[in-house]
Nanobody
Framework: QVQLAESGGGLVQAGGSLRLSCAAS????????MGWYRQAPGNQRELVAT???????DYADSVKGRFTISRDNAKNTVYLQMNSLKPEDTAVYYC???????????WGQGTQVTVSS
């Protein structure tokens, strides 16, 4: 089992920045990819960014150049630095962790990010 705990959400004005953190605990040695998804009201959950244990990174086109994902393997933590935030970035952001062998995806409880115009 893997537990994921997000922090760092909040309310920010357009153009501002926030940094989300996600700390993993439990059977962390099997996690090979961590990332962030988001879901806005009335929308489907969508990929924001992912990073593998070897450092391979993938971003949604809508956040490229504005968001940066990073991972501290020693702390079992993944971060999402969000700059130049837009009102359309408003959503609940979820941390995910994918484990090897089973490829099961674990989800955090989500953290709200609200960007005011």
């Amino acid at each position: 089992q893997v537990q994921l705990a997000e922090s760092g959400g909040g309310l920010v004005q357009a153009g501002g920045s926030l940094r989300l953190s996600c700390a993993a605990s439990g059977n962390i040695f099997n996690i090979y990819r961590m990332g962030w998804y988001r879901q806005a009201p009335g929308n489907q959950r969508e990929l924001v960014a992912t990073i593998t244990s070897s450092g391979t990174i993938d971003y949604a086109d809508s956040v490229k150049g504005r968001f940066t994902i990073s991972r501290d393997n020693a702390k079992n933590t993944v971060y999402l630095q969000m700059n130049s935030l837009k009102p359309e970035d408003t959503a609940v952001y979820y941390c995910t962790g994918v484990v090897t062998i089973t490829l099961r995806t674990y989800w955090g409880q989500g953290t709200q990010v609200t960007v005011s115009s």
